[in-house]
């Protein structure tokens, strides 16, 4: 059933704009929203932390913690969404709309709404009883840099046992997802007229070269299978190149950019030594014309600990098994806390990032129902 008050949190959260992006003129400060919540948390007796995130556009985290001592319980979030489509919304993507059993609105699914949720699951709950602390993480930024949990995480300011992030997933537990990273290659060489190819450096011959030890770092990063996902091995993809001014000119200037997706257990660090080692003698044969870059940073691979055994906890409460996911989330960064982390949350990423983003309410119930037996297991 969904109460009055839900309908009004989920309301005021939707309203409260907070978008992320990477362009300036899109970006939004989280404040606002960050605010509001701290607000409903403290109501309830949390005691309330907000942050600034250091390299952020006045973005900013808020921990929200009740109750004290070892281990306990953290709801996780981002206060966020993603940039929305103008005049594709049949609606007004900030103004909460009911129709029949769904409500429309920008980050009704992904996920700002995912704390009204919370909200709702405590608000009867006696708090002042809980023998372990229950915090409340709200991120800023995961829909571009993720700047917000990997603050969170560098921090260590607190150890739960177990952590859940409330993503859309069908209310599935989601135990792993490969890692995201993206880097460009900038090729400086020397323009000049193509009748006398001595006269200049042909920055896409050199091109020529690191794509060549590209695709062999492909082939060895292609060995490293994890047979849980659909697609097992760790790609690379050549995905964008760009260069040159046209066929009489020796090409000047060029790059392009690829990805790399590791499998859970792999470092962002092994996958950079093996790219640059591969890239080292093309360096050597082209002193100083060939530079290696992060296009953002990268949102490392995820794999849960289970060491409390939160994946059959899971299992148990919510009927479904764990899977692993095609996307990347903030897991890694909470995990890196030394939590047991999963990905569980109402809502299908079918409906994230998409115009009429929408929440099914089916699932406010078995959501409620869900957050307050993870709370009861692990806090009582
Ligand atoms: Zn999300």
Known sequence: MVHKKFTQWYQDIIAIPSISAFDAHLDQSNLAIIEYLAERFQQLGFHIDIQPVPGTRHKFNMLATVGSGEGGLLLAGHSDTVPFDEGRWNSDPFALKQVEQRFYGLGTCDMKGFFAFILAALEEMPLHKLRKPLYILATADEETSMAGARFFASQQKVKPQMAIIGEPTELKPIYKHKGHMAHRIDIVGQAGHSSDPARGVNAMEILHDA???????????????DDSFSVPECTLNLGHVHGGDGENRICGHCHMTFDVRPLPGMQDDEVVALLDEALAPVQQKWPNRLTRDFLYPSAP????????????????????????????????????????????????????????????????????????????????
């Open 211 to 225: 794509l060549g030890q590209l695709l062999q770092v492909k082939d060895q990063l292609r060995q490293r299978k």
């Open 301 to 380: 691979a995820f794999g849960c600990n289970n060491e409390y055994q939160i994946i059959e906890l899971a299992e148990r409460l919510t009927g479904f098994s764990a899977e692993p996911a095609n996307y990347a989330t903030e897991a890694p960064f909470i995990n890196a806390l030394g939590c047991d982390t999963l990905v569980l949350g109402p809502g299908s990423i079918k409906q994230a990032h998409q115009p009429d983003e929408f929440i099914d309410l089916h699932y406010v119930d078995p959501t409620v129902n869900l957050l307050r037996g993870f709370i009861q297991q692990i806090c009582h």
